[in-house]
């Protein structure tokens, strides 16, 4: 968001350079957590697409770029209506839940099976995920004391 900003109200080129630079590298950042987060959402026999929708997403947002700079003359208004899909997502975060799985891992099994009913839907049976997912956290603090 703010290397957008940056672009749209930059006067000097070195601006425009480091507003991209920042915004690779934001990107980097945002793609490896958001497909972290997807897959431990997912459920399981849904996670491969859910990942392939993400590389789909990253394609469709290049195509609005693209398309936003055809058709509109001004480079400042296209970078201004790049943050529209960025601002979008960013209120999104605001109503989802934390992972199940990170919730598990800080012990917090209660919160963790709301959200899991948050993914899943309230006639879904989130008993056995639940178990699953707790099963795998206890599996793990054994292999990390040595014991397995």
Known sequence: TISWGMIALADQIWIIL???V???VTYGLVQASGKVYCAEIAHKDLRGTLGAFMGCMFAFGNMYTYI???FIVSWRMVAWLQLVPILVMGLSLLVIPESPYWLVERGKEK???E???FFRGKDY???EELKEIVDKKKSKDLRSLGVM
Do not use: F, M, N, V
Request: cysteine-free; aromatic content about 6%.
């Open 115 to 117: 959200s899991l009913r």
């Open 68 to 70: 936003t700079g055809y």
């Open 125 to 127: 049976r989130i008993e």
């Open 18 to 20: 480091a507003a991209r």
């Open 111 to 113: 919160e963790a099976q």
């Open 22 to 24: 920042l915004a690779g």
